[in-house]
């Protein structure tokens, strides 16, 4: 867990140094190739985060991000902010989920972090319509570095910081629709979860924890500006992807195995999955 317990007895050093995380580049479908650029230095701030959820594995912070002038002309941003985090002994550690979930959330193609791209025929209903972001926007997977700009760090304290949880930023998106309490969800709105599952899966991805609890809401469509966006027209979006698994379908080659003990077709995945999303999430709880 990212705790200040871990560094307990550097109030002094860290007062005047900030902790410093280095952007660890998995491959992506969708990157250009790399060309070598400068290094660019964002500043997240955790003291005044707020927090979006707890889950079994981790703690999510809603923070604001300043980025560099050269990236943004309206100073900070908000991010979603994930941190490793075990509230239980389990067999597959917080840090492996949040390591999982980096090696997902590099594999997605730009079309599933999309708010809009085109007309789809989506299943179940095959209708043509403007479809929604699938996951969130992935903005990076940050590890504890021992660098420091003030000369060589104290043995100790360099120990304690590569003991922290390294960060996954990432788009905020609403609240989970357990936690919007009596949220009613519609039939169509059912549909709109769904659709999300088979998009994901049309895709080579399974998520592989569809509980409502991974399903965020947030006031809709992302098409409008954020003043226009109502409740009653919400947009969905699929998170937690710490045990996901994905298959590059062209090859039929299993990229990303989670933690799964015998890996099943990845047809036969994604059916159980949509069979779970139908009984955990479209049915009323
Ligand atoms: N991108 C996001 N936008 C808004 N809220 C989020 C986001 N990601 C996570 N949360 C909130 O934080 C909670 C915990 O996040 P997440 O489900 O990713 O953690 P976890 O520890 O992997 O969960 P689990 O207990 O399902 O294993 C979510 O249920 C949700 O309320
Ligand atoms: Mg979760």
Redesign the pocket.
């Known amino acids: 867990m990212f705790s200040k317990d871990h560094l307990e007895g550097w109030n002094e050093y860290l007062a005047t140094n900030s902790l410093k995380f280095t952007r660890v580049v998995l491959e992506s479908p969708d990157s250009p190739t790399p060309t070598s650029r400068p290094l660019r230095t964002a500043t997240l701030s955790l003291d005044d985060a707020k927090v ?7 703690k ?1 912070y809603l923070a604001p991000l300043w980025l560099p002038e050269t990236m943004s002309a309206t100073g900070a941003v908000s991010v ?1 902010c ?1 941190l490793a985090c075990d509230a239980y002994e389990s067999t597959h550690s ?1 840090k492996s ?1 949040l390591s999982n979930e980096a090696a997902m959330f590099s594999a997605f193609p730009r079309s599933l972090q999309e708010n809009w791209t085109g007309l789809h025929a989506a299943k179940p209903d095959q209708r043509p319509e403007f479809m929604p972001a699938v996951v ?1 926007k992935f903005y990076g997977y940050y590890k504890p570095s021992t660098d420091s700009s003030a000369g060589p760090m104290p043995v100790d304290l360099a120990r304690s910081i590569k003991r922290l949880s390294p960060i996954l930023l ?7 629709i357990t ?1 919007s309490g009596s949220y009613p969800l519609t039939e169509a709105h059912k549909k709109a979860c769904l659709s999300l599952f088979v998009r994901l899966h049309a895709a080579g991805f399974v998520q592989e ?1 569809p ?1 409502p ?2 399903v ?1 809401v947030q006031p809709g469509p992302l098409s409008l500006p954020p003043a226009a966006r109502r409740m009653q027209t919400p947009s969905f979006r699929i ?2 992807f ?1 045990r996901g698994q994905h298959m590059d379908l062209e090859t039929e080659t299993w990229k990303i195995l989670g933690f799964e003990e015998s890996h099943s077709s990845f047809d036969v995945a994604a059916q159980n999955e949509e069979e779970y999303v139908r009984s955990y999430i479209c049915n009323d709880w």
């Not at 979006?52 to 981790?58: A, E, V, Y």
């Open positions: 979006l959820g707890t889950g079994n594995h981790s999510v979603a994930k917080a989920h969130p990432m788009e905020h998106c609403g609240t989970n936690q924890s509980f609890r991974n965020t998170i937690d710490g």
